[in-house]
């Protein structure tokens, strides 16, 4: 057992990284095919309200290597508060390729100075942008991916962010999108004083992909005012997206899908109550059906979905008979495009 590894009830744990007493935001694990983990991370290097850094750790025979990779991120005191959902909402994630390079998706605030200030009268609130960095083999390469702006508007790219690789090495990001000024009349109220505001966030769920040489976005779910947290990606062998998010506004627990073309599949796999689909995390089977845990938060439980799908039939729109043990309930259209079976319920 190598030196720094302590041993309790059969697990093992170490300490990665103790350069701050505020390290580990956000993190992100991906274990590549020898075995080793490779974590992205935040770190407030000056304390709680410092703005944090990215930093990557990956196992080498010689130990954790450790990298930074941006500074000055997000979070500091911008005349808003850092809510709960905000704070975890700046998160990371990362996966690997197929030759164990690590991609990480993040948000930054200071990427683009002509872009990160919205501001009204003295008061100014940061623009979060969406950011993609991965590991070529030789250096690291950093991109924006959503920065979509427009003067006097108060947008944030890239909460809840979670990345995926297709089959093809070309990564997939699913986040959370603000696009409303709701909280600009809040700025400057005392901590501990008055509503958190950004619990109050209108947003959408949106979807990035690469296609080898350019990033394009889309909008996967707007049907309410406040949809998309807590997002989970992950790409099935054909290269089709599966995402786990969360209906803030209700209260419920949502996934959808796209098997190419303009539109996504949308369901809702848990509406048991009005505070469902937290911290979501999903995963694809062997059948290529999802499996989702999450948490109900208004009874402080654990859940675990799973469940098998009819097909899309994509001319006619329509759901074709479901196969044996499942069940459907009414197929209603979205105005953003999307196509939603209420209540998906076929659990075996």
Known sequence: MREGVTV??????ETVDDSSSYAGWGSSIAVDREGNPHISYLVQERGFFSPPTLKYARWTRFGWKKETLARNLVGHNDGKFWAV???DGAITSIALDSQDHPHISYVDANHDPARSMTCSGEVCTRNYQLMH???NGTAWNTEPVDREYNPGSYTRHGLYSSIAIDPRDLPHISYFSIW????TDLAGVPIGQGPLCDYFLYGKLKYASFNGSAWSTETVDSSTTSVGLYS??????RGNPHISYMDWKNGFLRYATSSGGSYWFRSVPDRQNSDTGRFSSLAIDSRGYPRIVYMDYKNGHVRYVYGTFPELDKKTMTITAPGSGASADTVTMQGDGGQEMIGMVPFP
Do not use: E, P, R
Not at 8 to 13: A, L, S, V
Not at 180 to 183: G, H, K, R, S, T
Not at 232 to 237: A, G, H, N, T, V
């Open 232 to 237: 989970s990606l992950k790409i099935d062998s």
């Open 133 to 135: 960095t991965s590991w």
């Open 85 to 87: 959902n905000v704070q």
């Open 8 to 13: 309790h009830d059969g697990w093992f744990y």
């Open 180 to 183: 409303d000024n709701a909280c």
